[in-house]
């Protein structure tokens, strides 16, 4: 157990609309990150929150959000989802979300959009 | 933009036996850090080993070691003594030092099969 948490485990929607992903980081980190993992490929780096701030930005789709919460909890919010929006979402955290802090990854969202 | 190249979509191996999965990458910076991430069936992302550039002795983690060759940029991943727990996904990973770059840059994976 990394100590990371995300809800829910798995998600079914349809095209067209909008969920909400929730990751709760380890006791302690300030930085989250979020990655995406399309069916056996590696992961997609979307973005970064340091302490509330937004730090770093991938290729991360418009129709996609996400904040970090003064608690330190972050969402990730996708909207006008696509059949192609369906993967594997993975939240990580690390201390001070420098190159040197390991990230710690927690179990992933599966979301499948019909 | 870094890139990171995984050759081997699948190994397998015989349990006890060793085996070495391959990793390249590409980059113009001169300092970063190494991953390998296991993902077992459970699909949990769990670090393996990690690697500094600056560094020149090779990481080890118990079974696990690397053969970092920084001039060809290549990271290969052994593992000894094979065991059926390791049978997963290995990914290897690149981390840049520069504050706008921080996320890991990914493999496409390479999948683990060991034979009983």
């Known amino acids: 157990d990394s100590g990371v948490t995300q809800t829910p485990k798995h998600l079914i929607t349809a095209t067209g609309q909008r969920v909400t992903l929730r990751c709760s980081p380890r006791?302690?980190?300030?930085?989250v990150y979020w990655y995406q993992q399309s069916l056996d490929q590696g992961l997609q780096f979307l973005i970064q929150?340091?302490?509330?701030?937004?730090?770093a930005k991938g290729n991360i789709l418009e129709r996609f959000s996400a904040q970090q919460f003064p608690d330190l909890h972050s969402e990730l919010n996708l909207s006008s989802l696509e059949l192609g929006d369906s993967a594997l979402y993975f939240c990580?955290?690390?201390?001070?979300?420098?190159?040197?802090?390991?990230?710690?990854f927690g179990p992933g969202t599966r979301l499948t959009v019909l | 933009a870094q890139t990171v190249t995984q050759s081997q979509p699948e190994m397998s191996v015989q349990e006890a036996e060793t085996v070495t999965l391959s990793c390249t990458y590409d980059?113009?910076?001169?300092?970063?850090?190494l991953f390998w991430y296991k993902q077992p069936p459970s699909r949990q992302m769990i670090l393996v080993i990690r690697?500094?550039?600056?560094k020149q002795q090779n990481a080890t983690e118990n079974r696990f070691s690397v053969n970092f060759q920084k001039a060809a940029k290549s990271f290969s991943l052994k593992i000894s003594d094979s065991q059926l727990g390791d049978a997963a996904m290995y990914f290897c990973?690149?981390?840049?030092?520069?504050?706008?770059?921080?996320?890991?840059?990914w493999g496409a994976g390479t999948k683990l099969i060991i034979k009983p």
């Open positions: 990580a955290s690390s201390v001070w979300g420098l190159p040197s802090n390991e990230q710690f």
């Open positions: 006791s302690g980190d300030l930085s």
């Open positions: 929150y340091y302490n509330g701030e937004e730090r």
């Open positions: 980059t113009s910076e001169s300092d970063y850090y």
């Open positions: 690697q500094e550039a600056y």
């Open positions: 990973a690149y981390r840049s030092l520069f504050i706008s770059n921080y996320q890991l840059i």
